[in-house]
């Protein structure tokens, strides 16, 4: 009995505190897609000023072939996380990745939602 | 406060010296926070200096700030040489100990040593004259004024006898007048003009830079915390929508209005450094594709608004290296 609520006391202790170790991926975000989202976009604000750069050198008219070759290999090289395209706009609340609004973030059905219980200031439904 | 204000009025009575007008310009140039550290420092050293001095030798100052003030008036321009030897032959003898710091000083700083001695030297003496004369009269006629004087309170009948008589016609400003008059004898006579305890609300300013001096550089970590559970225990929660808001812009939740668009960036630089910005391109080579490529960067981002100089510069400084490390593929080329 008291190894069992000794057992059950250490793997809750464990759950609350996982190994500190690594950086925890504990966080409140909605799903592991958004959460990855988030990481390709950090990654993309560190290295966008790199890739400013050596693509400068490469879309050129006026430096040699080579230097640009060289270029391109050095920006494949740069992780894969790195390039904004792969950022996905999805909705800030549901995740959800297809009819996002720019301007909310905010995808269709959860706009809908809050703009019939008037929480979007100065949304209105349209009737003309 | 009283060293500080000594020190404005030397730096005034400086300015206006035509000898000394060297010296703003001198502070301007760039030695001038280690010069001002230096001066403060000498500044606070000499006001307790004199401050015992002053408990020493009470009698013989007055005699000795005439003999100064004769001399003063002889020399205004006060030439190189004769101001080393006028320090020894003046009533006060400056404590040697300032007047070998002060030419330290002088010969630490890098412009012209002797002129810099006699001016600091000369701002040493007026400092002490200007202290002398703060202590024995300046500060007593402050006391005598402030203690005498008291808040007026009115009793509320009175209030409310005067915004009535306001708004009410002229009939009643004769019987408001009369009131005043009662108000104003009654306030003569149960307090006469001489009698007067001294208050002891201001301390003596000589003693403030000590203390100031002792009690800066200790936060430990329980001062903080004890502030932090003070700010905690003290922080009410917001009456209203008002006190909500302006919480919200001490957390930096809200914005400050009128909005500034400029918030958080601080871009000190005039518009010259952001245009011209050629200089930067000293370490590439002057001719061929490299140098072509390289002006049409530095030509983008002297149109580019939103960059600080700081990281225009960090991009060409980027560039160099870049083409450092590909010099020997180059070469090949």
């Not at chain 2, 500034?260 to 391109?281: P, S, W």
Request: hydrophobic residues 35%.
């Amino acid at each position: 009995m008291a190894a069992t609520a000794l057992c059950w006391a250490l793997r809750v202790v464990q759950q609350v505190l996982p190994s500190p170790c690594p950086r925890q991926v504990r966080s409140y975000y909605v799903d592991w897609r958004m959460l990855r989202d988030v990481k390709r976009r950090k990654m993309a604000y560190e290295h966008a000023d790199e890739r400013l750069r050596i693509n400068a050198i490469r879309k050129n008219s006026i430096l040699p072939k080579e230097l640009q070759e060289v270029a391109d290999k050095e920006i494949a090289a740069l992780p894969r996380d790195s390039c904004p395209v792969r950022i996905r706009n999805r909705c800030v609340l549901t995740s959800r990745p297809r009819g996002v609004k720019r301007r909310w973030r905010l995808s269709r059905i959860v706009f809908r939602h809050f703009a019939d219980h008037a929480q979007m200031s100065g949304v209105q439904r349209a009737m003309w | 406060t009283s060293s500080v204000l000594s020190k404005d009025k030397d730096k005034s009575a400086a300015s206006k010296d035509s000898t000394h007008e060297e010296a703003p310009k001198k502070q301007e140039d760039g030695a001038e926070t280690p010069k001002q550290k230096l001066l403060d420092m000498i500044g606070n050293m000499k006001v307790e200096v004199t401050y015992r001095r002053k408990l020493q030798q009470l009698k013989a100052s007055e005699s000795k700030k005439q003999a100064m003030k004769k001399l003063e008036g002889l020399d205004s321009e006060g030439s190189v040489p004769q101001g080393i030897t006028e320090d020894t032959q003046r009533g006060k003898p400056l404590n040697p100990e300032l007047v070998k710091a002060a030419s330290a000083v002088a010969s630490s700083l890098p412009r012209n040593k002797k002129q810099m001695e006699s001016e600091l030297l000369a701002q040493l003496r007026r400092h002490e004259e200007t202290t002398d004369k703060q202590k024995k009269g300046g500060t007593i006629n402050i006391r005598n004024v402030i203690s005498e004087m008291t808040v007026k309170r009115q009793s509320p009948a009175q209030r409310g006898a005067r915004i009535s008589g306001r708004i009410s016609l002229q009939l009643d400003e004769d019987g408001q007048r009369r009131r005043h008059e009662r108000s104003s004898a009654q306030s003569v006579d149960y307090r006469s003009l001489k009698v007067g305890k001294r208050l002891n609300i201001f301390t003596k300013a000589s003693t403030e830079p000590e203390h100031a001096l002792k009690t800066v550089s200790s936060p430990t970590i329980w001062d903080l915390e004890f502030a932090k559970e003070v700010a905690a225990v003290t922080a009410q929660p917001p009456r209203n929508g008002f006190e909500e808001m302006i919480q919200w812009t001490k957390e930096g939740i809200l914005w400050e209005f009128p909005i500034d668009n400029e918030v958080g960036m601080e871009d000190d630089a005039e518009f010259h450094e952001h245009i011209f910005l050629e200089k930067h391109l000293e370490g590439f080579p002057k001719e061929g594709p490299i140098r072509h490529f390289m002006e049409l960067v530095i030509c983008g981002l002297s149109k580019n608004p939103y960059l600080s100089v700081k990281q225009k510069v960090e991009h060409i400084e980027w560039f160099q290296n870049y083409f450092e490390e590909k010099k020997e593929l180059l070469q090949e080329i």
